[in-house]
């Protein structure tokens, strides 16, 4: 979760009168599907665009010089992507049931990614029809660096009556021994995760996409994330004021450690893609403040200062445990050690890590609520994340961290040109 894991919000509801009416004993999507059907009965501009009749924005120019990332290729950006400043993470419950508008849907949220990531300026509607953008980003839509990275749940296969479809590991997240999940941040059918140079990007691409897409899908749990300046220089630091991010595998490793290969276990489909873990670790600050930091720096293996390793000077060097086989310098518990335990046979439990910083206020009893998104991607669920979080387990850093959110899920190959759209080979399939 800190220096060397390698290896939310609560979903809302609406609250008119319709809905308090509702009885108890309907589901949120039951309920959600009734709403939809109740919106599209009284003909609401095409459930605010989503759907075969939604126009589709033509591939935009490039605006004010910004240079977008890259959107069409054989993976999704935001996943070896240079991490930028602002994040969300937002999780999502269909609110179709049929491959086919599943399979719409998909289409939608790639026609608005390509635009969102690219810029251009939104068409003109006239006056007698709401305006096709917010204008958070003012007349023109800006890159601002975004990637928009899309996943699918397990759950996603059996709403649509695919299970044969289904990632071979994909399943609800695993409830780990120090866990303490709250099932309204957990799970969902989609995630998307937003990320960008500055907070208003995210936030105006998050509001055009849930626009778009009304009739398709509804927000189940959202948390936005934020990366902290490098200081004084490498690695940033999370909330416990140690640097996060320190070692990740290079991008020469990423075809046996984060993509899905072809002919192999999962299905045809599924190469290119990546599982993605995200957790929402509550860290119980006010707590990890009054411990010493030479007890901060043995629970974590690393200077809080520098962010070297306890046998070393430098943040980037390596730690020696074959040199310190009883723990005398870096405690055989510490996170750093059995987060990734260098040994050979371990070698291959590494993960990509993309972790973000959030800060939620303070929580209903004045403590103040915040912590980290730990967001990875691997290409074997069990042999990387399940195994490291194993070894993790009742580690000293358990006392101050508390995992509270967050899901499993499937991020789906890349968009490969302009003919090609999100899930297209898995609706082929």
Not at 9 to 16: A, C, K, L, V, Y
Not at 151 to 172: E, H, I, K, N, Y
Not at 200 to 205: E, P, R, T
Not at 259 to 270: F, K, L, R, T
């Amino acid at each position: 979760m800190t220096p060397e894991d390698e290896d939310a919000t609560p979903r809302t509801g609406r609250t008119d009168a319709a809905d308090e009416r509702m009885s108890g004993r309907v589901g949120r999507r039951g309920f959600l599907r009734g709403a939809v059907g109740a919106a599209a009965a009284s003909g609401a501009a095409a459930l605010a665009g989503y759907g075969p009749a939604a126009a589709r924005p033509a591939h935009a120019e490039t605006v004010h010089g910004a240079t977008p990332a890259p959107f069409h290729g054989t993976h999704q950006s935001g996943i070896l992507t240079p991490k930028p400043a602002a994040a969300a993470f937002v999780a999502f419950d269909l609110t179709v049931s049929t491959p086919g508008a599943a399979a719409e849907l998909l289409r939608t949220i790639t026609d608005r990614t390509r635009f969102l990531t690219t810029g251009g300026t939104p068409p003109n509607l006239g006056i007698s029809a709401p305006p096709a953008d917010s204008g958070l980003l003012g007349p023109d839509v800006v890159p601002g660096g975004l990637t928009a990275t899309l996943g699918v749940g397990a759950t996603f296969f059996d709403v649509l009556g695919m299970p044969s479809a289904r990632p071979a590991q994909l399943r609800p997240m695993d409830v780990f021994v120090n866990d303490d999940l709250d099932p309204a941040r957990t799970g969902g059918d989609l995630v998307l995760q937003l990320c960008a140079d500055s907070r208003d990007v995210v936030l105006h691409a998050l509001r055009d996409i849930a626009r778009h897409t009304r009739g398709g899908m509804q927000v189940r749990w959202r948390i936005d994330g934020f990366d902290s300046p490098s200081r004084p220089s490498g690695a940033s630091r999370n909330l416990l004021g140690f640097k996060d991010g320190i070692v990740n595998p290079a991008g020469s490793e990423a075809d046996r450690l984060v993509w899905v290969q072809p002919n192999g276990p999962e299905p045809a489909w599924a190469a290119g893609g990546s599982y993605h873990v995200i957790r929402v670790i509550r860290m119980l600050v006010e707590f990890w403040d009054r411990v010493t930091i030479s007890e901060q720096e043995r629970m974590i293996g690393r200077r809080r200062d520098s962010g070297a390793p306890l046998s070393g000077s430098r943040e980037s060097d390596v730690p020696d445990y074959a040199d310190d086989a009883k723990g005398s310098t870096i405690p055989l518990d510490a996170h750093i050690r059995l987060a990734n335990p260098r040994t050979g046979p371990t070698d291959a439990s590494r993960l990509l890590r993309r972790g973000y910083n959030y800060d939620l206020g303070i929580d209903a009893n004045g403590n103040l609520d915040m912590g980290l998104v730990f967001n990875a991607f691997v290409q074997d669920l069990d042999r990387q994340f399940v195994a490291t979080q194993k070894r993790l387990a009742d580690e000293p850093l358990v006392d101050y961290i508390s995992p509270v959110g967050g899901g499993y899920f499937f991020a789906l190959p890349g968009v490969r040109d302009a003919s090609d759209h999100y899930g297209k080979a898995l609706f082929a399939s």
